[in-house]
């Protein structure tokens, strides 16, 4: 058999890319159990989401006892939607952070991160996926349990809901991952990216539904918040969990914020290569 040069170049690719996709997830894997080295913190930030859950949890109860149906919700799904908020704190990293980039940037390894053959952008969002998985088992399932046990929470409606759910839920991550990337590359124009982070933790608590549901918000605030990026990291998984909006919508709006995101991310990352902050060392 006779191969040629085309022959070999296409070869050449398809182990490249094997090559690549092995390293991503072997990367995952290094990011779940390099945040698996501090159970003593996630188990402490799991007592905490439980300890604000069962308050914010009370407060709901004597609000929607006082407007029942509220939102579009009944009691019991308000106290469910309390406590999927207070599980998607660890895994969508609702309170900034959780990426080593801008620290990167500040101290100039970031320059070896870039001349490196895999994507910045695809490393870092493998390493984020572990430390969500990783989060999601100790951080989400116990406060949840907790709410269980003491509320009574409601359980998806069939496997359809659960299956919807799922993806609901790692597509939040990326599009968190893509918004908490952009804002973790800013530290390559800005001196300080401290701001950058705290618009980003004020934008994110407010316009995600971690504080309260969107549904709640009125008129064109409400339409707003509901059409923007951070919706899709709480409210667009906790309303496919309770079966309040339809799948197709809720996942093709995720994806698009997602591929959005990424898309800028890339783009920034480009812009990165040729402007590069290097701070102090």
């Given at each position: 058999?006779?191969?040629?040069?085309?022959?070999?170049?296409?070869?050449?690719?398809?182990?490249?890319?094997?090559?690549?996709?092995?390293?991503?997830?072997?990367?995952?894997?290094?990011?779940?159990?390099?945040?698996?080295?501090?159970?003593?913190?996630?188990?402490?930030?799991?007592?905490?989401?439980?300890?604000?859950?069962?308050?914010?949890?009370?407060?709901?109860?004597?609000?929607?006892?006082?407007?029942?149906?509220?939102?579009?919700?009944?009691?019991?799904?308000?106290?469910?939607?309390?406590?999927?908020?207070?599980?998607?704190?660890?895994?969508?990293?609702?309170?900034?952070?959780?990426?080593?980039?801008?620290?990167?940037?500040?101290?100039?390894?970031?320059?070896?991160?870039?001349?490196?053959?895999?994507?910045?952008?695809?490393?870092?969002?493998?390493?984020?996926?572990?430390?969500?998985?990783?989060?999601?088992?100790?951080?989400?399932?116990?406060?949840?349990?907790?709410?269980?046990?003491?509320?009574?929470?409601?359980?998806?409606?069939?496997?359809?809901?659960?299956?919807?759910?799922?993806a609901g839920l790692a597509l939040g991550v990326?599009?968190?991952f893509g918004w908490r990337y952009l804002v973790?590359?800013?530290?390559?124009?800005?001196?300080?990216?401290?701001?950058?982070?705290?618009?980003?933790?004020?934008?994110?608590?407010?316009?995600?539904?971690?504080?309260?549901?969107?549904?709640?918000?009125?008129?064109?605030?409400?339409?707003?918040?509901?059409?923007?990026?951070?919706?899709?990291?709480?409210?667009?998984?906790?309303?496919?969990?309770?079966?309040?909006?339809?799948?197709?919508?809720?996942?093709?709006?995720?994806?698009?914020?997602?591929?959005?995101?990424?898309?800028?991310?890339?783009?920034?990352?480009?812009?990165?290569?040729?402007?590069?902050?290097?701070?102090?060392?």
């Amino acid at each position: 058999m006779i191969t040629t040069r085309g022959d070999d170049r296409g070869s050449f690719r398809r182990r490249f890319r094997g090559g690549l996709i092995l390293l991503y997830l072997r990367i995952a894997w290094y990011g779940f159990r390099r945040h698996s080295a501090y159970r003593s913190a996630a188990f402490a930030g799991a007592f905490t989401n439980a300890v604000f859950g069962i308050l914010r949890a009370y407060v709901l109860i004597a609000l929607w006892n006082a407007r029942p149906g509220l939102a579009g919700y009944d009691l019991a799904d308000a106290v469910t939607f309390c406590f999927l908020s207070q599980a998607f704190i660890g895994p969508m990293q609702l309170f900034g952070g959780g990426l080593e980039l801008s620290g990167r940037v500040r101290s100039g390894d970031v320059a070896v991160d870039l001349v490196r053959p895999a994507s910045l952008q695809l490393w870092s969002l493998a390493d984020d996926v572990g430390r969500a998985a990783y989060l999601f088992l100790l951080r989400s399932l116990p406060p949840t349990a907790v709410g269980a046990a003491l509320f009574g929470l409601v359980l998806p409606s069939g496997p359809a809901a659960w299956l919807s759910f799922t993806a609901g839920l790692a597509l939040g991550v990326v599009v968190s991952f893509g918004w908490r990337y952009l804002v973790a590359l800013s530290a390559c124009w800005f001196m300080d990216d401290r701001g950058m982070q705290s618009l980003s933790l004020i934008l994110t608590l407010f316009f995600s539904g971690m504080v309260l549901p969107l549904n709640l918000f009125p008129g064109w605030l409400g339409d707003l918040a509901r059409a923007l990026p951070w919706s899709a990291m709480v409210q667009v998984p906790a309303d496919l969990y309770l079966g309040k909006r339809d799948i197709l919508d809720a996942l093709g709006f995720q994806a698009a914020w997602a591929v959005a995101l990424l898309a800028l991310g890339a783009l920034a990352t480009s812009a990165a290569r040729r402007k590069v902050v290097i701070q102090g060392g």
